[in-house]
């Protein structure tokens, strides 16, 4: 369905998902900003059954931040509006991104990343971590997740690294144990933004992991600052997703984030590449609302 005036649909969850530390700031700028546009737009719960896909001319994931705790149920909703309308980023794009294993298809391809072990068992977890000094600091995650949720910075030797592993593969999942990096915990880890492969701006948001596991101030909360890019962050930050086209074989996404670290072990790595779901911070990066806008309504025209 494509009209003059195209309706677009917000894709978000529902209201008591997300942490009162962390609220969806994106969708009430981008809705207004829409709608100053001449379009009907709306924000939309993805896993609630009181509208349909086929309404809309296109769909935009923005922050259906629950997805880690019910993924099967996303992806067949993504499988089924996928078919209704045009979703963005697309379905096969997505697919590819739920998982943080994708970082080993990039480095296999000649993306530098953070050296990671993926770890299916508890056998796996423990021989990952005594791969380390026992005093050497190590970040334990899940391959499928959003807000660092189940994220520890530990002790290799720590029993807590160890058993937040054994957690995430106990339940099926598969845990990913890396380095710390340095320069990561002093709070300089920068997110790149793309917007139909330009790059509109740079967010720091600081340093959120907690030695010993859980959260500095003991609860998540991002600080996002507008930062500058160098010229390297930036090309390094296109290179990062002509790969992500070659590996998918799908279009260069509609938005991306690209979140890197310079670092003065392993030189400027990728720590994730946010093709779902990322806060696009626009709340502190307002010259970026019109880039995102012009890219939804040449999507939906």
């Not at 896909?53 to 935009?60: G, K, M, R």
């Not at 005594?130 to 030797?157: E, I």
């Amino acid at each position: 369905m494509t009209t003059a005036s195209p309706r677009i649909g917000i894709v978000v969850t529902d209201v008591f998902a997300y942490l009162e530390s962390d609220p969806d700031m994106d969708t009430p700028i981008l809705v207004e900003a829409l709608r100053e546009r001449g379009v009907e737009a709306d924000a939309v719960i993805w896993h609630s059954d009181t509208w349909s896909a086929s309404d809309y001319d296109l769909l935009v994931l923005r922050s259906p931040w629950d997805y880690p705790e019910r993924p099967a149920e996303f992806h067949d909703w993504l499988t089924r509006v996928s078919a209704q309308t045009r979703v963005v980023n697309s379905l096969r794009t997505v697919e590819w991104n739920l998982d943080k294993q994708y970082l080993g298809e990039l480095e296999r391809a000649g993306v530098a990343v953070v050296p990671t072990q993926y770890c299916a068992s508890v056998d796996e977890v423990r021989a990952a971590l005594k791969r380390y000094d026992r005093d050497a600091g190590v970040v334990v995650k899940p391959t499928v997740s959003a807000g660092a949720r189940d994220t520890g910075l530990f002790h290799a030797g720590d029993s807590g690294a160890f058993e937040l592993g054994e957690r995430i593969v106990g339940r099926g999942g598969i845990a990913m144990i890396q380095p710390e990096i340095a320069e990561l915990s002093e709070g300089r880890e920068k997110a790149l933004y793309v917007i139909e492969g330009t790059f509109t701006h740079a967010i720091a948001k600081g340093a959120l992991l907690e030695r010993g596991g859980g959260f500095l101030g003991g609860e998540y909360v991002e600080n996002p600052v507008v930062v500058a890019a160098t010229d390297a962050e930036v090309s390094f930050a296109a290179e990062v997703l002509r790969t992500v086209q070659s590996v998918t074989g799908e279009a260069l996404p509609l938005y991306a984030r690209v979140d890197t670290v310079e670092s003065a072990e392993f030189g400027l790595v990728v720590l994730e590449v946010e093709l779902v779901e990322p806060a696009l911070n626009l709340h502190v990066a307002s010259h970026a609302t019109t880039a995102v806008v012009d890219a939804i309504l040449r999507a939906a025209a």
